[in-house]
């Protein structure tokens, strides 16, 4: 077997290992809560792929997140608007995904632990971001609701106190901390 096969075929079998885990991650992440937020380590696996694999596995582990996000996660959302919530959550998932592999193959040459460390911050950065966006665009009134009904005194509060603002600390945390810790004990075990 040539090495480039062998290399892909090596590429294949972490993707596969790193869907499970996401699978796995997002699905027990809803039944583990820090007070009012799910403790959400799914992000780590779509770094370790954008470290390992480059931007098609953390993407592919991206859209993996969105999916299981949509039949596990959303259902909140989706009995509001189905198509809103459709395009929000894959799109935050892809984008995450995406936007870790490419910061991580953009900063590598200079410096991978450098690199883990942006992608580890820029995937819950974009996750997010994406997800305040898909808010703003398809359930503003119902956020407003929701802020409302909690007492929270605006609805920029309660978006940042109550619906993403420690779940997004604890995914940076966790992300910034892990991630470059899990890709170095592969590097030394020469999985990467």
Known sequence: MSE???????????????????????????????????ISLVLIP?????????????????????GIVLATD?????????????????VKGVACGAV?????????????????????????????GVFLLGCVAFFLDTIREWGTAFGFGSTLEYVFLGLVGGNFLFEVATNAILSPIVVKLLSILKVR
């Open 4 to 38: 480039a096969r062998g290399n892909r075929s090596k590429i294949l079998v972490i993707t596969a290992l790193l869907t499970a885990i996401v699978v796995v991650l997002q699905y027990l992440g809803q039944f583990i809560r820090f007070g009012t937020f799910s």
């Open 46 to 66: 779509i770094v370790i792929g954008a470290a390992i694999g480059g931007p098609k596995v953390s993407t592919w582990l991206g859209l993996v997140f969105g």
């Open 74 to 90: 959303a259902g909140a959302f989706l009995a509001i608007n189905v198509v809103g919530t459709v395009v929000t959550v894959i």
């Open 100 to 128: 870790a592999g490419f910061a991580y193959k953009l900063i590598e040459k200079k410096n991978k632990y450098v690199a883990v460390v942006v992608a580890a911050i820029l995937c819950p950065l974009v996750n997010t």
